[in-house]
């Protein structure tokens, strides 16, 4: 089946550094890619959404400047928060899907800043 | 906007119980629901999509447009079902689009 790659799964970093986390899909192409974020104990929030080779589309009240999307290619996607903060700390998950199918969803990213 | 409710965070019940986990959603359009699960240690998968309108894992679920709801329910529960639920509504007008989750909830189910 589609599987979708996420890197790192656990990254800790000071205040003020930026991150960058990956998102792969493996076996497929995926025309669209999307980025949520998830606070402890509560849904998962969409931030963004990535056309291959196209700006990223954000959600109402996501700083765009602070969280980087691109997405140049058919199997990748990266998401770069910028000049971390503590309020960043989050769990953020990535999907991939192909047309008409269904998104695929990496396994996470834990993000920790001290 | 749309949103999605799920109003049970927590749902426990005896393996052969029957199991309804609650789902309803406001939207002005036209909506394409789904749910998904994620078992313990395992990345967010899709259960059902309501189009499709078919049984997975014993699971069934049906849009009532008219309540608004989505409930997922199956007959008699097994103790590999436990794991989180999310309901949620993709409103962004493409197929598989952008979604909405519900806040999820967590099924237990006990020998």
């Known amino acids: 089946g589609a599987v979708v790659s996420q890197h790192p799964s656990w990254v800790i970093c000071k205040s003020g550094t930026s991150v960058k986390i990956e998102c792969r899909s493996l076996?497929?192409?995926?025309?669209?890619m999307f980025w949520y974020r998830q606070f402890p104990k509560q849904s998962l929030m969409l931030m963004a959404t990535?056309?291959?080779?196209?700006?990223?589309?954000?959600e109402q009240g996501v700083e765009k400047d602070k969280f980087l999307i691109n997405h140049a290619s058919l199997t990748l996607s990266t998401l770069t928060v910028t000049s971390a903060h503590p309020e960043d700390s989050s769990f953020y998950i990535c999907?991939?899907?192909?047309?008409?199918?269904?998104?695929?969803f990496g396994d996470g990213t834990r993000l920790s800043i001290l | 906007a749309q949103r999605v409710t799920q109003p049970e965070k927590l749902l426990s019940v005896f393996k052969g119980a029957p199991v309804e986990l609650k789902c309803n959603y406001s939207?002005?359009?036209?909506?394409?629901l789904f749910w998904y699960v994620q078992y313990s240690r395992q990345r967010l998968q899709l259960l059902l999509r309501?189009?499709s309108r078919e049984s997975i894992k014993g699971f069934t679920a049906d849009l009532n447009k008219g309540e608004t709801s989505f409930h997922l329910k199956k007959p008699f529960a097994q103790e590999e079902d436990s794991a989180m639920y999310y309901c949620?509504?993709?409103?962004?007008?493409?197929?598989?689009?952008?979604?909405?989750f519900g806040q999820g909830t967590i099924l237990t189910v006990h020998p």
């Open positions: 999907s991939a899907k192909q047309s008409n199918q269904p998104q695929h």
């Open positions: 076996d497929f192409q995926a025309t669209t």
């Open positions: 990535s056309n291959e080779g196209s700006k990223a589309t954000y």
């Open positions: 939207y002005s359009g036209s909506p394409e």
């Open positions: 309501h189009i």
């Open positions: 949620a509504l993709n409103a962004g007008g493409t197929s598989y689009g952008k979604l909405t």
